[in-house]
């Protein structure tokens, strides 16, 4: 690679962030030979290497509507996980028409357990546009894209690129990392400002102008495989465009720092400033109440069937739309026998020989409370039943501690089926409800028989 009079990889000294930024947009950090290599090696590795998925259309144009889902189930999700939801979804609405008919309640269900659930309902605001504003066809320009619900920077141009032939950079998280490291911008904070408008000029001249589809998912598959956020040595040795990166030089905690933080040796020493800081989750104990009836299917019959309460949350906010067993954030665990509480009553309870304890009182309060009732009535409680073992669950900012309790009921138990928020069901008919992965643990965890199998726990993020 020939020297530049501007180096982008000089750790030693920061120097003014806005002269640097100014200087180095009027370099050019390959000559027209090394982008040619650079990117001929880089196509000629994804052609061997890329990753075969469904969406993915080898020799051919990829179909728009399958690019366009693809891209918003991969933000924030695995691709693993994606392949199989994928398949499922494009099973159950294989056009944007299909999509669009299709009601909220019948997305989120086909969606459940991927997370991150306003993505389902901005791809289904998003195919409602499409079709009544534009006939039904995917727009293909950036500019044209952005227009419809939900489609930001990145998604637009991936779509334009990988469906279109639009030579456009797509920069999400796997691009920046790439990018980033190639023109050795380690003293750079490419995520806002100047650094991210040089980010995005640097990327615009590595795109292929004749496969800019391929260039952008190559970038991608690199960045998921061997240019990673805790890239190693032996992967710097076998990356396709090793000789072409100005950070492969570097040490390693440099090269895994960028672009997350500015690196500089300070009084000899190599400190690492991030950019990004982490952000913890934070810590919740949650109360879970998987309500149990044995009910007669009718009148005259002898015979019980079983049947589970759910409900539906709000269309706004952490799982909204989804449906979920009555539960309640605490601050402590309330006091419970271990064993099942034979108890009666509700709100007004029966008292039994002895009367209802303290210990089972608790419970009963708290699951007034996850019930949210404004009235007084009586439900028969045959037993509350704490399950030893609790259930975790990670959201991106919450970690739950979960206290399953199976509450078995009998009577009659219409006064909380109020069909479109609350209603009672059997196990049958709880598969085909929008379920959350955290909520299908919870009942697992109660013995409720769920049958039907989901992908895995999709909360974890891989694509950025």
């Not at 020939?2 to 120097?15: A, D, F, I």
């Not at 796997?174 to 380690?186: E, K, P, Y």
């Not at 399950?387 to 199976?406: A, E, N, Y």
């Amino acid at each position: 690679m020939k020297e530049r009079n501007v180096q982008l990889n000089s750790h030693t000294k920061r120097g003014s962030a806005r002269h640097q930024h100014l200087a180095t947009e009027k370099l050019r950090l390959w000559d027209l030979e090394e982008l040619a290599q650079l990117r001929g090696a880089l196509l000629r590795w994804y052609d061997s290497q890329a990753l075969q998925l469904p969406w993915r259309q080898r020799g051919g144009r990829p179909d728009p509507y399958q690019v366009y889902v693809s891209e918003v189930m991969l933000q924030q999700t695995r691709v693993k996980t994606v392949e199989k939801y994928f398949m499922e979804w494009m099973r159950r609405f294989p056009t944007v028409e299909a999509l669009a008919a299709a009601t909220e309640e019948e997305v989120l269900q086909q969606w459940a357990g991927l997370g991150y659930y306003r993505r389902a309902r901005m791809l289904h605001a998003g195919a409602k546009w499409i079709v009544a504003q534009n006939r039904g066809k995917i727009p293909a320009s950036v500019r044209d894209l952005e227009q419809v619900p939900g489609i930001g920077v990145y998604t637009a141009s991936a779509i334009a690129s990988i469906a279109f032939g639009a030579v456009v950079p797509a920069i999400d998280g796997n691009a920046t990392r790439v990018v980033s490291r190639l023109a050795g911008m380690c003293c750079t904070n490419v995520w806002k400002g100047d650094g991210k408008r040089l980010l995005a000029a640097v990327a615009s001249e590595l795109v292929d102008a004749n496969r800019p589809g391929d260039w952008n998912q190559a970038v991608f598959d690199l960045g998921r495989s061997l240019c990673t956020a805790q890239v190693t040595e032996e992967a710097c040795a076998v990356c396709p465009v090793q000789k072409f990166c100005r950070a492969a030089a570097l040490p390693i905690s440099v090269r895994q720092s960028t672009p997350y933080g500015v690196a500089e040796i300070s009084e000899g020493k190599l400190k690492l400033q991030r950019h990004m800081p982490r952000v913890r989750a934070r810590q919740e104990l949650l109360l879970a109440f998987v309500l149990v009836a044995s009910v007669a299917p009718h009148a005259a019959s002898d015979s019980t069937e079983t049947l589970y309460y759910v409900r539906r949350r709000a269309s706004h906010g952490l799982l909204g739309g989804l449906w979920e067993v009555p539960n309640i954030v605490v601050e402590r665990l309330p006091h419970a026998d271990p064993h099942p509480l034979a108890q009666q009553g509700f709100i007004e309870p029966e008292e039994k020989d002895g009367g209802v304890s303290a210990a089972g009182s608790e419970v009963f309060r708290q699951l007034a409370a996850a019930l949210n009732s404004q009235k007084s009535f009586k439900l028969s409680v045959v037993s509350i039943t704490p399950i030893p073992k609790m259930v975790r669950h990670l959201f991106t900012h919450i970690r739950q501690d979960i206290q399953v309790f199976r509450v078995e009921v009998t009577g009659n138990p219409c006064f909380l089926d109020d069909g479109d928020q609350g209603r009672w069901v059997r196990a049958i008919a709880l598969e085909e409800l929008g379920l959350s992965t955290q909520m299908r643990r919870v009942l697992r965890a109660a013995g409720i028989p769920l049958t039907r199998k989901r992908f895995g726990d999709a909360s974890t993020a891989t694509h950025s």
